[in-house]
Each structure stands twice: as structure tokens, then as C-alpha cells.
């Protein structure tokens, strides 16, 4: 979408009439031998309309003008919009004869019949060059006139483009000091832009061709308007990731909750991963799947030999998490140890700082940095609000739990599933107790009488009644 | 202006601040004595050519603004008064080839001329006529080329050179 972001509101009425076909008015700095003057005029004007200006505003004939900008004339049919360098901050030249101009040159079919000249020459002003043109004068425009340095927008500069990436991206603080730029922030609080940039940023669409879930996401502005409030706010950010993450553990303990966790994860996750790999060039997840040999039934038990993060700690401890893109499962634990730091949220927003066995991988911390220096990619991962609640919902209604569990499920209903549980609301996780009631029950049924031990086995086995009976008689003979 | 947004799209939102942090990288404006890359250079020169620095009487740009290597140029010289050459603005298109800066650029004229130095057929501008293309320094620059012919345009050998009718090109 071609329109500057800043419009300029407080329009400097151009002392003529306005040329002002639409409402983004530009400031034109233009350049003759003798003076320069700044033009304010809509943006969409033609070259024929500007020139008019520049005769009015020079008193000089409009077919006697030429228009040179970045070493090209300007057509008279051409709009201004199409030079977007002028747009950007540069400044054209005119050349007029107002003396006895010479015969009109027959340049082979340009819309430029007018003879050039220099203003300075006809009236024999000295040497041409003006004496004290201020080297550069930026045209600035409205607001974004800072942004005009950027001036090298005329080109798709990749490398140098990576390059401040990189550098934008190893120093954490500059992102924070982006972050509050004002102007960063307007940016960010116009949904229909920021679509637009993610939409258009070709790694997006990628992973977009492959995951329709998140041109879903995009395309829901409420989302997209939550994603970008926490976007501004990191503090707030922070905040939502540790709720998720909460979430998510709590997740662990409905019955059959791990085993469903696990399923989303392999069933959803990992396919999105791979897709977004495939653009990181990086299989983090080749460790993570070494490490995830688990029984099945008992997983939490053979494997989780690290002790389980600090879910109330500092961020940083419990790896900063976001979800990655597609609302479905993403926000599943990790298949290994620790639930609280999320294999869905690669994206750390210190990567460095990721505490787990798992994370600690070298594919998965590559998969991190890449994936946050790709910020765009990071702001599309922020699905928060949407995933806790929808966890939250999950983890009371372990029937939708288990539904959503099933390998077969394709993705499509799944994530209308999700949005359906999300639709839902929220409602309070509910103690171990009372989920586990029925098994509770069962099992003291069956003779253990002791509560105590029947809930902590429970709950230590997800409930699954058999392992938690099993756990029961290893640890009480008899 | 799909080119500014396209540059945030791959990028971060990228404010002044950053992009200063980077022209200080490029910034040596051309010293002799540190070797700055070639498109670091180039892209500074764009910059200059959009801005408009100088008096106004050289322009030049890229030729296509998709070029990403920097490449072809266009370059406009505004015929120097009390020459022959006067009331004309020459097209030119200048070539940076990947040694640039080290090695010269290209230039050719579009617009026909008779100039020393410049070939009648084709509008080639000969390297060794030309004293900075001939003696190159990797601190001159596609403005300074330009310049430097509107200069020599103003030279006695040249300015009273009769000039073919305006407005006509050379074919190739």
C-alpha cells in the first residue's frame, strides 16, 4: 500500500490554490539556479499539476519547465507518486527559460516539449550554480520527516536490511528504544498497516501458504489489535507469556491432559515449525525429538529429570515464551521436561536467557535467535490472549481436551475447536481435587484410602488412575 | 512509496536512530584512506542524488530503482550558460561496475553532443580524455563525474563547438 503513514494533518495550505486531490500532502523541495522554494502538494498529483504550481510559485512559463529529479525528467503524465524518492525526501530541479527561449527542441516524443534552461542564464545572473544552496535540504513531509534519512528507500537493499536486523536485534535495549519511539508506536497502532507489513513480507507468506491458521489470525482485527497493544508494551508482554505459561502447566494435570498436550504438539507444532524452519534453516527440534522418547503413559515420570522451573520466577529463568503463530496448539509444553517454558514459545525475547534442559539445545537457541531477529515473525507469534484463554478454557473441560487430542483430527477443526473454547471464556482452573474427583474416588474404591497419596499420584500421573495406582503400590508395598 | 514500506517490512520498524547507527558506518564520505564497500558508497551517492546536493545543475540517480546491485545510473547535465551547450539538459547513464569505486564508472552520454572526449557515434565518454576518469581516485563519485563535464563543457576547446539540434539521442 503506497501511502506515507504520516499524513500530514496540519497541511501547510499552499499560499495558492490546493492542489490537494487527496488528503497527503507532500512538501516538494524544488531547486533552480537561482532559489528554492518548498511546494506543498497532494501526493498523487501529476507532474503537469506540480509544474503548475512551480510556474505560479516561480513566475516562470509552465511549458518552460523541466523537472529533473535523481537524474531523470519529470513527464508531465507521470504522477509525483511514482517517483518514490521524491516522496521520500528529495528534491527536483527545475530548469526554466524565461528568457527568449530557444526553439522548442523536439525531444522524440516526450510529454516534455519545453525548451531547458537555465533560470540564471537568460537574465545573464552570473555563473549558474546558485551560491548558497544549503547543501541538504530534505523535503520532509508531515511527520515522517525523520524517516527521510532512511533516504535509500528507493531500492530493496537485503543485505544491508539483514545487517540492521542483526544489529537491531543482538542489542535488546535498542529494540526497547524502538519500541518507544513515538512514532513506532503510531505505526503499530494502525491494524490495517501492520497487516499490510506482515502480509507482505515474503517469509510471512510463506509460512502463511502453508499454515492457513495464521492468515486466519491476521485477518482477525481484534486479534491483531491485541497483538499489537503488546507489542508496544513489552512489560505487558512479559506478563501475558507468564500466564500462559502458568496456563499451560496447569494443563498438564486434567486427565489425560499430557497425553493430549502431547498429541497437539506433535500433530500441530511440529509442522509449523518445520514450516518456520524451513526459513531459518535450522531443525531445533531434532534435539528436542532425541529427548522425547517417552513411554506414553508415564511421561512426566521417566523423563523429567530437571527439576521443574519456577513458573513465579523472573522472566528470564522461565524462558520468556510467545506462541508461535498459529493458534492452534502452539502454546503446547514441551514434550520433555519442563512445562512452564513452552517449546511453543521459541521466541524468547532474551534468547540468552533460557534456562531448561531443552532449551538449552544449540538447535533450539539458534531456532530463538533467528526467529528473534526476525521481528515481524515475532509480533505474528504473539497470539497471547487468544491462547490463554483458550487454555484456560481447555484445561477445565478435559472432554474438548482429549477431543482435541485425537491425531486424526485435522487441523482446520481444530482450530475452530480452539476458537470455540476461547468463545467460551474463561473460567476458573479448578483445584486438582475436584478434577480428579472421580478418580479419587475410584481409587479409594479400590482400597487406598490414603487421599493424600491417591492425589499427589494423580496428580503426578495426569490422572491417569492405572499409573497412579502403580505409582501407589511402588511406593507402598502392599 | 512502496519502497519505504518495503524496507520496514523486512526489517524491523527502523526509526532514525537506528539508521544513523548505520551511517556511521558508512560515513567516511569518501576518504581515501578507508576502503568503504561499494554499495555502502553507492547508497550514499542515491542519497545524494535524491537530496539534491551541490547547485543543482548535475543530477543523477538509478537508473531503475529495483537495481539492487547499484548498478546503472542516469545522470542529467544542465548545459552551462554562455557555452553552446546552454539551455540543453544532457542524459547521461553511467555504469558502476562491482570494483566501484576503485575503478571508474562507465559513462556514456544519451543526449547527443560534440565534446572532446566523447565518442560522435555512440556518446561514449572516452576514460582517457577525461582527466578524473583517467586518473581515478576511489574518493571521486558519480557527482563528481558530472560535474566535472559540466566543467569541461565550459572549457574554451569545447563551449564554442557547433552542437548538433536538440533533443536528438544517440541510437544504441
Known sequence: MAENSGTDPAVETNTEENAAASATIIKVTVKTPKDKEEIAIAEDSSVAQFKEEISKRFKAKQDQLVLIFAGKILKDGDTLGQHDDLLLGGSSQTSASSGPGPSQGNTAGTANPSPAGNLGTPQGSGPSPTPTQPPNVLAGFGDLSGLSNLGMGSANFMELQQQMQRQLMSNPEMLSQIMENPLVQSMMSNPDLMRQMIVANPQMQQLMERNPEISHMLNNPELMRQTMELARNPAMMQEMMRNQDRALSNLESIPGGYNALRRMYTDIQEPMFSAAREQFGNNPFSALGGNTDNSGVQPSRTENREPLPNPWGPPDASAATTTTASGTATTTSSTTSSTTPSVSNPLGISSSSLGNGMFNSPGMQSLMQQISENPQLMQNMLSAPYMRTMMQSLAQNPDIASQVARPSFPKQQLMQQMLQMFAGGNALTQTPEVRFQQQLEQLSAMGFINREANLQALIATGGDINAAIERLLGSQPS | ?172
Open chain 2, 1 to 172: 512509496m512502496t519502497t519505504f514500506l518495503k524496507l520496514n517490512f523486512n526489517t524491523v520498524i527502523v526509526p532514525h536512530t537506528v539508521t544513523r547507527h548505520y551511517q556511521l558506518i558508512a560515513t567516511g564520505k569518501f576518504d581515501t584512506g578507508v576502503k568503504v564497500p561499494r554499495n555502502f558508497r553507492l547508497l550514499e551517492e542515491l542519497e545524494e542524488g535524491q537530496k539534491g546536493v551541490g547547485d543543482g545543475t548535475v543530477s543523477w540517480g538509478l537508473e531503475d530503482d529495483e537495481d539492487m546491485t547499484l548498478t546503472r545510473w542516469t545522470g542529467m547535465i544542465i548545459g552551462p550558460a554562455r557555452t553552446n551547450y546552454e539551455n540543453r539538459i544532457y542524459s547521461l547513464k553511467v555504469e558502476c561496475g562491482p570494483k566501484y569505486p576503485e575503478v571508474p564508472p562507465t559513462v556514456r552520454f544519451v543526449t547527443k553532443i560534440s565534446m572532446n572526449g566523447i565518442n560522435n557515434s555512440n556518446g561514449m565518454v572516452d576514460a582517457r580524455s577525461i582527466p578524473i576518469l583517467a586518473k581515478w581516485q576511489n574518493s571521486y563519485s558519480i557527482k563528481v563525474v558530472l560535474q566535472e563535464l559540466r566543467r569541461l563543457m565550459m572549457s574554451k576547446e569545447n563551449m564554442k563547438l557547433p552542437q548538433p539540434p536538440e533533443g536528438q539521442t544517440y541510437s544504441n
